[in-house]
């Protein structure tokens, strides 16, 4: 069955530094979505990228597809605080259930 | 738009009880999925219903089992309960098999 692998499982930053997290798929992908979740808290949707090398941004969120559509990075710039949480990446089976990465669990520490 | 509702948020059962847990999604979302939580294994998909049918079905075993109602609430079951079943499960709604809007889960624990 289809597997979505996710590294770096843990990364721990200085408020400030960078952040990347990247996923990969071993089949292809008709789209990747991205998802944080917060200590505590349920996965909340961030953004969905269809299209062969797509790159999307939010704010300091950098979101890229690859170009065979099986990988995909989400790149934070200047983290805060607020960044803290586990980010996954998910991706639709061959049954089209989601699935979803392991996650990366990210510590910013101030 | 109400998000996604579920009850109860902590259950603490024993070994051998059977649970149910309830998902209200956002309304006009027919799709509702069950995922488990757990630190070691991650989010693993449980099962999908659509339309008060079960559309897909994930690797766990016949102890877990959902329904859905024709007001699109779903319920999941787990019987006879074992210390692993021990998790976040979470419900998340859709209006097709894409962007998944999650509930904020029952924290299950069993003793």
């Known amino acids: 069955g289809q597997q979505v692998m996710q590294i770096p499982q843990y990364q721990h930053v200085q408020e400030g530094e960078d952040f990347t997290t990247y996923c990969n798929s071993s089949t292809t992908l008709s789209n990747i979505q991205w998802y944080k979740q917060r200590p505590g808290g349920h996965p909340v949707f961030l953004i969905q990228?269809?299209?062969?090398?797509e790159v999307k941004k939010q704010k300091r969120l950098t979101f890229q597809f690859g170009e065979a559509k099986k990988n995909s990075s989400l790149h934070i710039t200047a983290t805060q605080t607020t960044d803290v949480g586990t980010y996954f990446c998910a991706g639709p089976g061959s049954a089209r259930q989601l699935t979803f990465g392991s996650g990366t669990q990210l510590t910013v520490l101030p | 738009k109400a998000g996604v509702t579920q009850t109860p948020r902590y259950l603490i059962k024993t070994r051998g009880q059977q649970v149910t847990l309830s998902c209200s999604p956002i309304s006009g979302h027919r799709s509702v999925s069950w995922y488990q939580q757990t630190p070691g294994q991650g989010l693993q998909f449980l099962f999908e219903?659509?339309?008060?049918?079960?559309?897909n079905k994930g690797n766990f075993p016949g102890r877990f089992s959902g329904r859905q109602f024709s007001n699109s609430r779903s319920e999941m079951n787990v019987s006879t309960l074992e210390l692993g079943d021990s998790a976040l499960y979470l419900c998340a709604s859709s209006e097709s098999q894409n962007t998944q809007y999650f509930g904020p889960g029952t924290r299950l624990t069993v003793l």
């Open positions: 990228l269809v299209k062969s090398g």
């Open positions: 219903y659509f339309s008060e049918t079960q559309r």
